[in-house]
């Protein structure tokens, strides 16, 4: 008997041709999953293991091709329990043992092994897709496969054990026949492109950078940026010296991921203790409680008993914290250094100014005479370690939306004056004027030690996956510069779709007919878009992040309802798979250029401050790079009978989108 090919160079426990997987003995089949799982040979998963492995052998006796059992899908956390492969098709099996029913949240489950392997795995990219939920036990099942979609990803066929067979063999007669060899689709490079709450449920259960993010050479290296950091810290410890880190990055490139990524290697060890802070309140409340229902699902699986909510949150609540509450434990007392040696910051420019940081300690905590900044205190705090201290600053440009952000060069100019002492590791893209660090790096040159890397910057966005030009059309788009917009646009327009409508309805049920299993979509508006309550959409409404994010279709706090809109402040730093971005009149294009407006009581007032009319601009950035697979801009038409809505408004602003070639639904 001819042994079966060894799973470990391939994502899976277990690999065979098909023919020597049904010739094979169920005991030697159940070795090799044991083995990769590192589970005994007993208990509820061998049973499900056997019974897939009966059926799987009497419906696939006579088909060509490949059997992969357990292949991992690391973005999920996740593993398929089998995938056929043959010349022309790839049919990943999701098995319900001894279910009855088709559940909504496992038919959700086989759509998004589908996409996964669709979007992120490269063997499987040019191929159809064909997955299929087995309950075995149901009575019922699908006849035949519905039509796919544009990608080929047919959706899930439902079969229970007496009909896997003509699932597989019919999926194989709709595929066209091709060159699809399995042994090479098992060792094919796997890229995914994670969402935040994705990687830091990853990453905090123990996976690598490398197995969570893309690596295609059209990206820059996720992994070169994370191993520089990573050096830089070990160089300062071994040294003995204090350095600071600026990360810089366009939107989704991936930079909380770098330090998401230091953080969880070195939470657990105390002679390097990493700290990831952010001053963002809703990115902070849904990655914690992320890790929390994470960690409390990861028990159970185990065989454990279900944890309690509140003793996991004190598990979780080190790792991310918000920098506010970081720099306030260092006010208690002032002699002492956190336990941390390396401090993440996340969005580093929004760190507070003196001034905004003064006031609310004069106000909110009785400290009458504190004439520091945020970056130049928290550098103080760090630097109270009589040893060594590692400051990373991740670095974001054009997403400053608060008043009273001190931007990236106050952290410049606090190293500058009162921390002569400390290394800078500078992304040589400070110097573009996106990150309004100019001044600060001009006055930084004297500095003892300045090393620029160009390791530290991240070019290429992350977040959608389906076309990295995303992030630059919306720059051009808001930039007026309407050729470049037009041109990149047209290469956008091939994977990630952008269209736009005058009708709120048309836009929710694009959103509902192009998502697919738990493909997450929402609303999401401006927080000073106060006249699109007439449309059904208050932005006064307080949205629940932490519910928005994560909670089910069922839940009406959830973006799934499509009730309550998100705006720049509860989304910055989070995304979504798709977005209905709702435009009002607080931007508007007027006489080719943007007029700025905010509502005050009964109509519009023109906002004329420089800096209110650079964060409404920002606003809409954050807004327009949510979404990671494709977005749907909603644009009233107003009303002629009502002075805060008129048509003129919104006019313009459509046929400018429109003038860059957005289509129409």
């Not at 830091?200 to 994370?226: C, E, F, K, P, Q």
């Not at 500095?447 to 290429?460: C, G, P």
Request: with cysteine.
């Amino acid at each position: 008997m001819t042994a079966p090919l060894p799973p470990v160079k391939t994502s899976s426990y277990y690999s065979a041709t098909i023919s020597t997987f049904c010739a094979t003995e169920r005991a030697e089949i159940l070795g090799y999953l044991a083995s990769g799982s590192g589970l005994t040979i007993e208990g509820t998963q061998t049973k499900a293991w056997e019974n897939q492995i009966d059926l799987l052998q009497q419906a696939l006796l006579g088909v060509d091709g490949s059997v992969f059992l357990e292949f991992d899908i690391p973005r999920l956390g996740s593993r398929v329990d089998g995938v056929v492969v043959t010349n022309g098709a790839i049919v990943p099996i999701e098995f319900k043992v001894g279910e009855s029913r088709y559940k909504l949240a496992d038919r959700h489950q086989a759509w998004d092994y589908a996409l996964d392997l669709k979007n992120f795995h490269e063997g499987s990219r040019a191929h159809p897709i064909f997955p299929i939920l087995c309950a075995t036990e149901s009575a019922t099942t699908d006849d035949d496969w519905s039509a796919p979609h544009a990608d080929l990803v047919y959706p899930p066929r439902r079969s229970n054990a007496t009909t896997v067979r003509e699932a597989v063999t019919s999926a194989l007669s709709l595929a066209p026949s091709g060159s699809l060899n399995a042994d090479a689709w098992g060792r094919s490079r796997y890229r995914p492109s994670p969402t935040i709450i994705e990687a830091a449920r990853a990453l905090y259960a123990n996976h690598s950078v490398d197995d969570i993010a893309r690596s295609d050479a059209g990206a820059t290296n996720l992994h070169r940026t994370s191993t520089c950091v990573e050096e830089i810290i070990d160089r300062s410890r071994a040294n003995a010296e204090k350095s600071i880190v600026f990360v810089t990055g366009v939107p989704g490139a991936g930079k909380t991921l770098v330090g998401l990524n230091v953080a969880t290697k070195r939470r657990l060890d105390s002679e390097t203790l990493a700290v990831f802070l952010s001053g963002n309140g809703p990115l902070v409340a849904v990655l914690r409680e992320a890790l929390v229902e994470d960690e409390i699902k990861r028990e159970m699986m185990n065989g454990g008993e279900k944890l309690r909510k509140g003793a996991v949150r004190q598990r979780v609540k080190p790792f991310i914290q918000n920098v506010h509450h970081f720099r306030d434990d260092g006010l208690r007392d002032k002699s002492q250094p956190p336990v941390e040696h390396v401090a993440i910051f996340d969005e580093a420019q929004r760190a507070w100014n003196e001034q905004k940081t003064s006031q609310f300690m004069k106000q909110r905590k009785g400290v009458a005479d504190f004439d520091m900044s945020e970056p130049h205190f928290l550098l103080s705090y760090m630097d109270r370690h009589p040893d060594w201290a590692v400051v990373v600053c991740l670095v974001g440009g054009g997403q400053e939306i608060h008043t009273g952000e001190a931007g990236i060069g106050a952290w410049l100019d606090a190293v500058r004056e009162q921390f002569p002492h400390w290394n800078a590791y500078l992304s040589p893209e400070l110097h573009d004027a996106e990150y309004a660090a100019g001044k600060s790096l001009e006055r930084l040159e004297g500095h003892r030690s300045v090393i620029e890397d160009k390791s530290l910057h991240l070019s290429v966005s992350m977040r959608s996956f389906r076309s990295e030009q995303v992030s630059g059309f919306v720059k051009a788009l808001l930039d007026s510069d309407v050729d470049r917009a037009r041109t990149l646009l047209t290469t956008v327009l091939e994977r990630y779709p952008i269209v736009m409508t005058r009708t709120r309805a048309k836009a929710k049920q694009w959103l509902r007919s192009n998502a697919r299993g738990s493909e997450r979509y929402g609303l999401v508006a401006s927080s000073q878009a106060q006249r699109l309550k007439a449309y059904c959409i208050d932005v006064r409404v307080n949205v629940d992040p932490v519910k928005y994010f994560l909670a089910d279709r069922d839940d009406t706090r959830s973006s799934f309802y499509l009730e309550d809109a998100a705006t720049e402040f509860q989304t910055q730093g989070l995304e979504l798979d798709w977005t209905c971005v709702s435009w009002d009149a607080d931007l508007r294009r007027r006489n080719d250029k943007w007029s700025h407006h905010s509502f005050r009581g009964t109509k519009w007032v023109s906002v004329k401050n420089a800096a209110r009319q650079s964060y409404l601009l920002n606003a809409y950035r954050v807004l327009l790079t949510r979404a990671r697979q494709g977005m749907v801009l909603f644009v009233p038409k107003g009303s002629k009978s009502d002075d805060t809505l008129l048509p003129r408004n919104y006019d313009e602003t459509y046929a400018y989108l429109e003038s860059v070639g957005i289509p129409t639904l």
